[in-house]
């Protein structure tokens, strides 16, 4: 077995009355991208800040490259790399200059040139900041976070905001360090970012991950061998429960009129339901399959879509 990079246990953080952070456990083979996904207030912020050393845990063991921060704050400095969702630059700074900055900040690591070259910067490496698109600033950012070319790297959001292409140059850059062996911590609300980049994904609600495993297998969970949407005209309604007692039917769920059957037999299933519909008197607007994916397990799991949190 391959050692930690992340080694989390009985994580417990408390606001006041508010329990954040609920006997939490996690651990992160050294090499791999993981991904954690939770709706707001799960609790997911406050576990990565405390792997981050920003936040002290109430109760429980951080081991983060087999080291504590009580002991090792220094140490550790020095091997991670961490990128926010919002980073404020110094506006009339350049790019080069921004990097030279963050570089400065470690004992060790590859030179300015380099890491402009990896993240696709060489072209504005004498820009100001301030004149940077938003997918531009997203790769500084990233930048900054690899100045000292860390073992593990935590990748808060990176991609929110931005237009497809920036997406995708983002995403090429956390595959390649991915290649290269670093541990990459990655918070998204992009389902299709997280089944694409990710290794293995903890659902975290409440607290506590109630879901863990490879994107392939969280979806195989659900038993589905397809998602059935439809919806109604406006002012008619379609019974929750007569839709549940189709066949095939394994779960439904309403969001706004659009009701959402996961099914295990859509030849079954969808001539079923085109004769419900019509058996009373309604008028089918919308209808549409798909087949299972990360999204479907989030709000399965949770009853909320991730990108609505």
Same mark, same amino acid.
């Given at each position: 077995m391959p050692s930690l990079a992340l080694d989390v246990r009985a994580l417990r953080k408390r606001y006041g009355d508010v329990v954040a952070v609920d006997g939490l456990d996690l651990q992160v083979p050294a090499g791999e991208c993981f991904g954690l996904l939770g709706p707001n207030g799960a609790g997911k912020t406050t576990t990565i800040e405390i792997c981050e050393g920003l936040l002290d845990p109430d109760d429980g063991e951080v081991l983060v490259l087999g080291q504590r921060w009580r002991t090792d704050e220094a140490a550790l400095r020095q091997r991670l790399g961490v990128q926010l969702q919002e980073t404020q630059f110094a506006d009339k700074l350049t790019v080069a200059e921004t990097v030279r900055l963050f570089r400065s900040?470690? =004992?060790?690591?590859?030179?300015?040139?380099?890491?402009?070259?990896?993240?696709? *910067?060489?072209?504005?490496?004498?820009? @100001?900041?301030?004149?940077?698109?938003?997918?531009?600033?997203? =790769?500084?950012?990233?930048?900054?976070?690899?100045?000292?070319?860390?073992?593990?790297?935590? *990748?808060?959001?990176?991609? %929110?905001?931005?237009?497809?292409?920036? =997406?995708?140059? *983002?995403?090429?850059?956390?595959?390649? *360090?991915?290649?290269?062996?670093? %541990?990459?911590?990655? %918070?998204?609300?992009?389902?299709?970012?997280?089944?694409?980049?990710?290794?293995?994904?903890?659902?975290?609600? @409440?607290?506590?991950?109630?879901a863990l495993g490879t994107p392939r297998s969280l979806i195989r969970s659900l038993g589905a061998e397809q998602v059935v949407e439809c919806a109604v005209g406006e002012g008619e309604r379609l019974e929750e429960r007569d839709v549940a007692e189709l066949p095939g039917v394994l779960r439904t769920r309403v969001d706004g009129a659009l009701h959402a059957l996961q099914v295990s037999a859509s030849h079954e299933t969808i001539p079923a339901l085109l004769a419900l519909i019509a058996r009373h008197g309604l008028t089918l607007t919308e209808l549409r399959t798909h087949s299972p994916t990360l999204e479907d397990v989030f709000v399965s799991l949770t009853g909320r879509h991730l990108r609505d949190t």
């Open positions: 900040f470690y =004992r060790e690591g590859p030179s300015v040139e380099t890491i402009i070259a990896r993240v696709q *910067l060489e072209e504005k490496r004498n820009a @100001r900041v301030n004149a940077l698109s938003g997918g531009q600033k997203q =790769r500084l950012s990233v930048a900054c976070a690899l100045a000292g070319d860390p073992d593990l790297v935590f *990748l808060d959001e990176p991609t %929110t905001g931005l237009d497809p292409q920036s =997406r995708r140059q *983002l995403w090429e850059l956390v595959e390649q *360090l991915r290649q290269d062996g670093t %541990t990459i911590i990655l %918070t998204t609300h992009y389902m299709d970012e997280a089944e694409r980049l990710c290794d293995r994904i903890a659902i975290v609600d @409440r607290g506590q991950v109630i």
